[in-house]
């Protein structure tokens, strides 16, 4: 008695596991920026300010007014137009003055659109070396201490310029590389900082 063939000699040939769940779970795009954002050396607070920027959840007045709260949308930091993510990372004079002089500290000279665009740079800037390194964590850096910033402005009623702003933001950078680079923890990092 001949045994029962699963599949005829001349049929198709038998669907593999990874096939069948790639077929379930559909494509997903490759996200670019991962990498990038995933360094270490981009300071972890940074990176969820990063994040909640992306994707467009930060608190910012556009977004507390879309939730029922009442008030003024102007953006504190240039006074010139609506507080939107968009706005206070890119489009705001103020904004705009930090991130270039950031960028050109760093030796790139084209002008900033978005932080999609921006984190798309970083992805392109290769090797493991500290250049790498200190894209990766300027962007972090600067996204973060503006959106700081932004929040002492409203609610501590202090302000800085953004030449100051510049200034911190240099300083978080170099010694977080820095000390990235040497090996030290965050705690020698924070320490550093608080100096
Ligand atoms: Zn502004």
Not at 15 to 44: E, H, N
Not at 73 to 83: D, H, P, Q, S
Request: proline share 4%.
């Amino acid at each position: 008695m001949h045994q029962a063939k699963l599949l005829p000699a001349n049929g198709p040939p038998p669907a593999r596991l990874r096939t069948v769940y790639q077929i379930f779970r559909g494509t997903t795009p490759k996200l670019y920026w991962t990498k990038a954002f995933m360094d270490p050396v981009i300071m972890p607070r940074h990176r969820v300010i990063v994040l909640l920027a992306m994707q467009n959840s930060l608190s910012t007045t556009d977004n507390l007014c879309k939730r029922g709260f009442h008030m003024v949308i102007r953006c504190v930091l240039c006074f010139k137009a609506e507080e939107t993510a968009q706005h206070l990372f890119f489009a705001c004079e103020y904004s705009s003055c930090v991130l270039q002089a950031l960028f050109t500290w760093q030796g790139f000279t084209r002008r900033h659109l978005s932080l999609n665009h921006e984190l798309r740079r970083l992805a392109q800037v290769t090797g493991k070396n500290i250049r790498k390194k200190w894209a990766n964590c300027t962007l972090g850096a600067a996204v973060y201490n503006l959106w700081a910033e932004r929040n002492a402005q409203i609610f501590q009623d202090t302000y800085r310029s953004s030449d100051q702003l510049i200034y911190v933001t240099k300083n978080v950078i170099r010694v977080r590389v820095l000390a990235y680079m040497n090996g030290l923890t965050n705690e020698v990092v924070s320490i550093s900082l608080a100096l």
